[in-house]
């Protein structure tokens, strides 16, 4: 719930045995449960802690925001800024 709402977080949960077979596949998950993170076009796996803590303590410490529109402008770099101003 802590991130139910967030503008710039995502907590998903994908069933790669049914509909979300091809996103996992495209993702290289091959094992379960997997957690992966960062961009949407570059994710990373995860490798720590499983409790809700440990995965807090991770987010709260390491991510943050990224290159994207409005706001998230300052964080590109000089040839993407451009591409997300278009």
Same mark, same amino acid.
Not at 15 to 38: F, H, M, R, W
Not at 46 to 56: A, V
Not at 62 to 67: F, S, V
């Given at each position: 719930?802590?991130?139910?709402?967030?503008?710039?977080?995502?907590?998903?949960?994908?069933d790669c045995t049914a509909e979300g077979q091809e996103l996992?596949?495209?993702?290289?998950?091959?094992?379960?449960?997997?957690?992966?993170?960062?961009?949407v076009g570059d994710l990373k796996?995860?490798?720590?802690?499983?409790?809700?803590?440990?995965?807090?303590?991770?987010?709260? @410490?390491?991510?943050?925001?990224?290159?994207?529109?409005? @706001?998230?402008? @300052?964080?590109?770099?000089?040839?993407?800024?451009?591409?997300?101003?278009?």
């Amino acid at each position: 719930d802590d991130f139910k709402d967030s503008p710039t977080a995502l907590v998903a949960d994908v069933d790669c045995t049914a509909e979300g077979q091809e996103l996992c596949e495209k993702n290289e998950v091959s094992g379960y449960p997997t957690i992966k993170y960062g961009d949407v076009g570059d994710l990373k796996d995860y490798n720590g802690g499983r409790s809700y803590e440990d995965l807090k303590k991770f987010a709260e @410490e390491n991510l943050g925001p990224t290159c994207g529109p409005g @706001e998230n402008l @300052e964080h590109c770099d000089a040839e993407t800024k451009p591409k997300m101003e278009a």
